[in-house]
């Protein structure tokens, strides 16, 4: 059905002047704040650039430049900030938390975190599926034994974690070559997954 053809909800003025109003006033509020997330834009970019760690957070998989600086600003600069990876999982909410009462035990997410920054580490992770041969094999395995989709996302996040971390802590690029050697010399059932399938 064309929009010529379309029928009116309400002929009202009286309903109709006020919100015509309405949208002219989000319109303007919104050419602001694209013009304010331009500005923050520059900024952030300009920022990341002159950043030692870039070239690390530059050579993991589709981390692109929207996700780079914000998978560096979740490690900052203090290395000596997280012990190791699992403090990391836990304070971006990807660990999950294993609650017990009585002999039941059972598994969820953590409420208590910082949502962007868990987001950051899901996102990357389900983007990463496309650019990574060991993540698209692991997300492929888990889809083979049922997991759902979202699940599988948030477990990709936490091995993530735990290179990017090794990355960050070493001040060394990822590369996807040695890392996919370091699964053969361990033998990986990953390896063998994608080989077969």
Known sequence: MSIKNAMPLTEDTGVIEPNQLLVEVLIAQF????????????????????Q???????SFPCAGRQLAPRLLVALGSNRDRYDDASELQKYAGIAPVMERSGKKM??????????????????WAGLSIRYSFWAKAYYEQQISKGKPHNSIIRSLAFK???IVFRCWKTHT?????KYLEALKRRGSPLLKFAINS
Request: charged content about 30%; proline content about 4%; overall charge positive.
């Open 160 to 162: 993530w974690i735990r």
């Open 106 to 123: 059972w598994t969820h997410w953590r409420y208590s975190c910082p949502t962007f920054l868990r987001q950051t580490f899901v996102k």
């Open 31 to 50: 050419k602001v704040l694209l013009k304010g997330i331009e500005s923050l834009d520059k900024v952030i970019k300009k920022a990341y650039k002159a």
């Open 52 to 58: 030692n760690d870039k070239v690390i957070f530059d």
């Open 173 to 177: 690029p990822y590369d996807e070559s």
